[in-house]
């Protein structure tokens, strides 16, 4: 399996498994459209993101989108922030997400980055295990105010 940047190309593939999703299916569309074009450029755009996909053989398989964040706590330190993680249905249970989440750490570490972090959705109770089996620590109640 292979994890690079993702490509323009790979938008209807990465917006499948969005909404492949038991929560993706109320907040996403199907279809390509003008506002997951504009999304897309300027997350490729932005030198403090990354949009990565797993690809097994010419298949995308698994997504991820990086930030970076500076801060002043933890002495300047930079953070990162790990959001849209999905694995494609039918591969699901093949450690694809292990794998995606160990490069992501990786990648974090090799950038100097002070912790990773990230938010799952309090119904998701599998991936609360996966993360909490690659180290993650829930130790803070995240909050979110839909606009």
């Known amino acids: 399996m292979l994890l690079r940047d993702a490509t323009r190309a790979d938008l209807p593939d990465i917006i499948a498994m969005l909404v492949d999703d038991v929560l993706g299916k ?3 569309f199907a279809e390509v ?11 490729d755009a932005d ?5 990565v ?3 097994d053989g010419a298949e995308v398989v698994g997504c991820f989108q990086l930030t970076y964040i500076p ?7 930079e953070r990162c922030l790990v959001e849209a993680v999905r694995v494609r249905s039918d591969r699901r249970g093949q450690r694809i997400g292990e794998q995606m989440m160990t490069w ?23 991936a609360h295990r996966f993360y909490a089996r690659l180290g993650f620590v829930a130790s803070h109640e995240g909050m979110k105010l839909a606009l």
């Open 26 to 28: 109320g907040r996403d």
């Open 33 to 43: 459209d003008d506002d997951y074009e504009r999304a897309f450029a300027a997350i």
């Open 47 to 51: 030198p403090r993101n990354q949009l």
């Open 53 to 55: 996909v797993a690809v």
């Open 71 to 77: 801060g002043l706590g933890r002495h300047g330190a």
């Open 104 to 126: 992501a750490i990786d990648q974090a570490r090799s950038r100097g980055c002070a912790l990773v972090q990230l938010t799952t959705d309090k119904s998701r109770l599998d």
